[in-house]
């Protein structure tokens, strides 16, 4: 086996290992999410392609590619955007190889995080390398009442960027326009106001995923949600941080299903995830 950088050509190859983990991980850990699958690889693969420009990938092989990792760095905090091997070659030692080919890129970062599967071996591999757990988040779906659209929604625009950055910074810790640009591509972005000055922002994608979203003021957690449910979603799915109680309430009385649970951990402490909703593991 050899570990290479990976290359456009390598990138349908490598959303089919992360089709196949992902499955493989929803059969022994997550049993409610397998009504989700199949899942075409064309939907993962524009994700794997943002970081390949954007970040790092890394590709471990042999006659072909047998698993991967991704990387990028935020504002100089490290984020492993995926990590998957092939099921048929698990316990080989892969995964913490290319693991390591990640790290070893992004030394000298300030921070490095993850959000980790279920799967307890990965999590222990993550606290020997010094990422420890920092929230859990809980992914919630089911089906999308329907709602009048709160005053002071409209969309959001690249010319929405500087105030989206420093909220990042407040919420999360980093900003990545980078990443919002990824959104704006492929998600309706909404924007809350009030008065004309900006409350938060949320991305509501076409398959009924809302996030990444985020909020000055929690208390104005129900109306931001409300703007997602009323972009026109006939289910929902939203990836909570157990300390976003506001969002957690709003699901509760959506009535919405828990189905799935991660946790994200990292090497420092981070902001608390309290006034944030998730994109999913990829970009967090």
Do not use: C
């Not at 050509?9 to 049993?31: K, N």
């Not at 999590?123 to 990422?131: A, K, N, P």
């Not at 957690?221 to 972009?231: E, F, S, W």
């Amino acid at each position: 086996m050899r570990i290479r950088p990976a290359e456009e050509s390598d990138l349908r190859a490598l959303a089919e290992i992360q089709v196949a983990g992902r499955e493989w991980l929803a059969r022994h850990y997550e049993p409610e999410t397998l009504h989700q699958f199949p899942v075409d690889p064309d939907g993962a693969t524009f994700t794997i392609r943002h970081v390949h420009k954007t970040g790092a990938v890394f590709v471990a092989e042999e006659t072909d590619p047998v698993g991967f990792s991704s990387a990028i760095i935020r504002e100089g905090v490290w984020f492993l955007s995926q990590l998957w091997v092939a099921p048929d070659h698990h316990g080989a030692g892969i995964g913490s190889a290319l693991l390591d080919e990640a790290l070893t890129w992004g030394h000298g970062s300030s921070i490095f995080s993850v959000v980790a599967s279920p799967f307890p071996g990965a999590q222990t591999v993550y606290m020997r390398r010094s990422m420890f757990p920092i929230w859990h988040s809980m992914e919630f779906e089911g089906e999308a009442p329907r709602v009048e659209m709160p005053e002071g929604a409209d969309e959001l625009t690249a010319g929405d960027q500087p105030w989206v950055n420093e909220l990042d910074r407040e919420v999360r810790g980093i900003a990545r326009p980078e990443d919002h640009e990824l959104f704006r591509a492929h998600a309706r972005g909404i924007a809350l106001r009030r008065g004309g000055d900006p409350l938060g922002y949320l991305y509501a994608w076409p398959e009924g995923k809302l996030g990444p979203a985020a909020i000055r003021d929690g208390r104005d957690t129900p109306d931001l949600l409300r703007a997602g449910i009323a972009a026109g979603p006939s289910r929902l799915s939203l990836i909570v941080p157990t300390t976003n109680w506001g969002a957690l309430q709003e699901a509760i009385r959506l009535r919405l299903r828990l189905v799935s649970r991660t946790v994200f951990m990292a090497s420092r402490a981070m902001p608390d995830g309290s006034r944030y909703l998730s994109s999913g593991g990829a970009l967090a």
